[in-house]
Protein backbone atom coordinates (compact mmCIF):
# COMPACT_ATOMS: atom_id res chain seq x y z
CA UNK A 1 0.00 0.00 0.00
CA UNK A 2 3.00 2.42 0.67
CA UNK A 3 4.64 1.66 -2.23
CA UNK A 4 1.38 2.55 -4.38
CA UNK A 5 0.80 5.82 -2.73
CA UNK A 6 4.53 6.63 -3.42
CA UNK A 7 3.80 5.78 -7.05
CA UNK A 8 0.66 7.85 -7.00
CA UNK A 9 2.35 11.21 -5.52
CA UNK A 10 5.33 10.66 -7.39
CA UNK A 11 3.46 11.00 -11.11
CA UNK A 12 1.97 13.77 -9.76
CA UNK A 13 1.26 17.03 -12.23
CA UNK A 14 1.61 20.66 -11.53
CA UNK A 15 -2.35 20.34 -12.64
CA UNK A 16 -3.05 17.79 -10.11
CA UNK A 17 -1.45 20.34 -6.93
CA UNK A 18 -3.29 23.29 -8.78
CA UNK A 19 -6.52 21.35 -8.27
CA UNK A 20 -6.41 19.74 -4.62
CA UNK A 21 -4.87 23.37 -4.17
CA UNK A 22 -8.62 25.02 -5.47
CA UNK A 23 -10.82 22.33 -3.62
CA UNK A 24 -9.13 23.31 -0.57
CA UNK A 25 -9.41 26.81 -0.58
CA UNK A 26 -13.27 26.55 -1.94
CA UNK A 27 -13.67 24.39 1.01
CA UNK A 28 -12.08 27.17 3.40
CA UNK A 29 -14.16 29.95 1.34
CA UNK A 30 -17.54 27.87 1.41
CA UNK A 31 -16.80 27.26 5.41
CA UNK A 32 -15.90 31.11 6.28
CA UNK A 33 -19.03 31.89 4.07
CA UNK A 34 -21.18 29.64 6.17
CA UNK A 35 -19.57 31.28 9.60
CA UNK A 36 -20.88 34.64 8.14
CA UNK A 37 -24.54 33.94 7.38
CA UNK A 38 -24.67 31.70 10.62
CA UNK A 39 -27.64 33.68 11.48
CA UNK A 40 -29.51 31.91 8.24
CA UNK A 41 -29.53 28.34 9.73
CA UNK A 42 -30.81 26.68 6.79
CA UNK A 43 -28.23 28.12 4.56
CA UNK A 44 -25.32 27.58 6.65
CA UNK A 45 -26.20 23.95 7.05
CA UNK A 46 -26.26 23.89 3.27
CA UNK A 47 -22.82 25.97 2.69
CA UNK A 48 -21.41 23.76 5.71
CA UNK A 49 -23.10 20.48 3.71
CA UNK A 50 -21.82 21.77 0.12
CA UNK A 51 -18.27 22.23 1.68
CA UNK A 52 -17.69 18.91 2.56
CA UNK A 53 -18.86 17.50 -0.08
CA UNK A 54 -16.91 19.55 -2.27
CA UNK A 55 -13.55 18.26 0.08
CA UNK A 56 -15.12 14.41 -0.34
CA UNK A 57 -15.86 14.23 -3.86
CA UNK A 58 -13.30 17.13 -5.80
CA UNK A 59 -10.53 15.73 -5.87
CA UNK A 60 -11.16 11.89 -6.72
CA UNK A 61 -13.85 13.29 -9.91
CA UNK A 62 -11.52 16.62 -10.90
CA UNK A 63 -8.58 14.10 -10.85
CA UNK A 64 -10.48 11.83 -13.08
CA UNK A 65 -11.91 14.28 -15.46
CA UNK A 66 -8.48 16.27 -15.36
CA UNK A 67 -6.84 12.93 -16.51
CA UNK A 68 -9.06 12.52 -19.30
CA UNK A 69 -9.08 15.83 -20.43
CA UNK A 70 -5.21 15.79 -20.92
CA UNK A 71 -4.02 12.69 -21.59
CA UNK A 72 -6.96 11.49 -23.68
CA UNK A 73 -5.62 7.96 -25.22
CA UNK A 74 -8.13 5.54 -26.86
CA UNK A 75 -6.60 1.40 -26.59
CA UNK A 76 -7.40 -1.00 -29.22
CA UNK A 77 -7.10 -4.85 -29.30
CA UNK A 78 -5.63 -6.26 -31.97
CA UNK A 79 -5.03 -9.84 -31.42
CA UNK A 80 -6.10 -12.14 -28.70
CA UNK A 81 -4.53 -15.52 -28.79
CA UNK A 82 -4.23 -18.28 -26.29
CA UNK A 83 -1.21 -20.42 -26.45
CA UNK A 84 -1.93 -24.04 -27.13
CA UNK A 85 1.41 -26.07 -25.09
CA UNK A 86 1.86 -22.89 -22.32
CA UNK A 87 -0.91 -21.66 -19.88
CA UNK A 88 -0.11 -18.33 -22.24
CA UNK A 89 -2.54 -15.78 -23.26
CA UNK A 90 -0.87 -13.38 -25.73
CA UNK A 91 -2.15 -9.67 -25.87
CA UNK A 92 -1.04 -7.39 -28.70
CA UNK A 93 -2.86 -3.84 -29.74
CA UNK A 94 -2.20 -0.16 -29.78
CA UNK A 95 -2.62 2.74 -28.11
CA UNK A 96 -3.17 5.96 -29.90
CA UNK A 97 -2.61 9.38 -28.28
CA UNK A 98 -5.66 11.28 -28.81
CA UNK A 99 -4.51 14.31 -26.65
CA UNK A 100 -2.35 17.59 -27.45
CA UNK A 101 0.29 16.84 -25.26
CA UNK A 102 3.33 14.72 -25.40
CA UNK A 103 2.99 11.25 -23.41
CA UNK A 104 6.30 9.52 -22.10
CA UNK A 105 5.13 6.67 -20.51
CA UNK A 106 1.84 4.55 -20.57
CA UNK A 107 0.41 1.65 -17.67
CA UNK A 108 -1.38 -0.74 -20.19
CA UNK A 109 -3.51 -3.25 -17.98
CA UNK A 110 -5.66 -5.82 -18.77
CA UNK A 111 -8.60 -7.68 -17.20
CA UNK A 112 -10.11 -10.94 -17.68
CA UNK A 113 -13.81 -11.73 -16.02
CA UNK A 114 -15.77 -14.80 -16.47
CA UNK A 115 -19.27 -13.93 -18.42
CA UNK A 116 -22.70 -16.53 -17.68
CA UNK A 117 -25.79 -16.35 -18.76
CA UNK A 118 -27.08 -14.02 -15.93
CA UNK A 119 -27.31 -10.35 -17.06
CA UNK A 120 -27.01 -9.56 -13.31
CA UNK A 121 -24.13 -11.48 -13.03
CA UNK A 122 -22.31 -10.38 -16.15
CA UNK A 123 -22.40 -7.16 -14.43
CA UNK A 124 -21.10 -7.66 -11.45
CA UNK A 125 -17.94 -9.79 -13.33
CA UNK A 126 -16.42 -7.06 -14.67
CA UNK A 127 -16.02 -5.14 -11.04
CA UNK A 128 -13.77 -8.74 -9.72
CA UNK A 129 -11.58 -9.69 -12.82
CA UNK A 130 -10.50 -13.17 -11.95
CA UNK A 131 -7.01 -12.31 -13.65
CA UNK A 132 -5.56 -8.47 -13.65
CA UNK A 133 -2.59 -8.00 -15.41
CA UNK A 134 -0.45 -4.60 -15.67
CA UNK A 135 2.64 -3.32 -17.79
CA UNK A 136 4.41 0.00 -17.76
CA UNK A 137 5.97 1.07 -21.01
CA UNK A 138 8.23 3.86 -21.51
CA UNK A 139 6.52 5.65 -24.73
CA UNK A 140 7.46 8.88 -26.91
CA UNK A 141 3.99 9.50 -28.17
CA UNK A 142 3.57 12.96 -29.62
CA UNK A 143 -0.14 13.68 -30.36
CA UNK A 144 -2.00 11.64 -32.52
CA UNK A 145 0.61 9.00 -32.76
CA UNK A 146 0.41 5.41 -31.67
CA UNK A 147 2.03 2.45 -30.05
CA UNK A 148 1.93 -1.11 -30.19
CA UNK A 149 2.10 -3.48 -27.70
CA UNK A 150 2.16 -6.67 -26.67
CA UNK A 151 1.30 -8.46 -23.56
CA UNK A 152 1.58 -12.10 -22.16
CA UNK A 153 -0.92 -13.31 -19.54
CA UNK A 154 0.52 -15.94 -17.49
CA UNK A 155 -0.42 -18.24 -16.13
CA UNK A 156 -3.66 -18.48 -17.96
CA UNK A 157 -5.74 -21.57 -17.35
CA UNK A 158 -9.27 -20.74 -17.82
CA UNK A 159 -11.29 -22.87 -20.75
CA UNK A 160 -14.87 -21.71 -20.38
CA UNK A 161 -16.03 -18.49 -21.89
CA UNK A 162 -14.07 -15.13 -21.04
CA UNK A 163 -14.74 -11.21 -21.77
CA UNK A 164 -11.57 -9.16 -21.98
CA UNK A 165 -10.91 -5.36 -20.61
CA UNK A 166 -7.87 -2.99 -21.91
CA UNK A 167 -6.93 0.40 -20.86
CA UNK A 168 -4.09 2.73 -20.94
CA UNK A 169 -3.28 5.74 -18.41
CA UNK A 170 -0.38 7.27 -20.15
CA UNK A 171 1.16 10.78 -18.51
Do not use: W
Amino acid sequence: MKEKLTAFIGQLTIYDYTLFGAVIFLFILLLILAIVVRRKTALAILLIVLAFLLLLLGPTVGYMKLHQFLYKTQTQLTEVKALEFSQALVLKGNVHNLSKRHLSTCNITAKIFKVSGNPYLDMLYPLNPFKKMSILKDVNLSSGERYEFKMIVEPFTYTKEYNLSIGAQCQ
